[in-house]
């Protein structure tokens, strides 16, 4: 098995769901791709899909659902119509704000 697929399963494990796995994996790596910085060091020739593999499965990202939004809501583009949130990717890294 390829490091790739080890760390695959590692996140898809630590995730504990394949689709919000592939969606915290795309979402992160749009993140990295627009210069987000990484949480594990990048080597040169590393793809960010790797990148986000490591840093899920060494438990650098952490899922954190959207509170759910009133039915009035004018936007309800961030909640499906059963009322289910969407996943957001959250740094288990502290912010560095002191204030």
């Given at each position: 098995?390829?490091?790739?697929?080890?760390?695959?399963?590692?996140?898809?494990k630590?995730?504990?769901?394949?689709?919000?796995?592939?969606m915290?994996?795309?979402?992160?790596?749009?993140?990295?791709?627009?210069?987000?910085?990484?949480?594990?060091?990048?080597?040169?020739?590393?793809?960010?899909?790797?990148?986000?593999?490591?840093?899920?499965?060494?438990?650098?990202?952490?899922?954190?659902?959207?509170?759910?939004?009133?039915?009035?809501?004018?936007?309800?583009?961030?909640?499906?119509?059963?009322?289910a949130s969407?996943?957001?990717?959250?740094?288990?890294?502290?912010?560095?704000d002191?204030?």
């Amino acid at each position: 098995m390829s490091q790739q697929h080890e760390l695959l399963d590692s996140a898809i494990k630590q995730v504990g769901n394949r689709y919000v796995a592939t969606m915290l994996v795309a979402k992160r790596i749009r993140q990295l791709y627009h210069g987000a910085p990484s949480y594990v060091e990048r080597r040169e020739d590393e793809s960010y899909f790797s990148v986000v593999l490591r840093e899920i499965a060494e438990g650098h990202l952490i899922l954190q659902e959207r509170p759910h939004e009133s039915s009035y809501a004018s936007e309800p583009s961030t909640a499906d119509e059963n009322g289910a949130s969407t996943p957001v990717a959250q740094s288990t890294e502290p912010s560095g704000d002191t204030d």
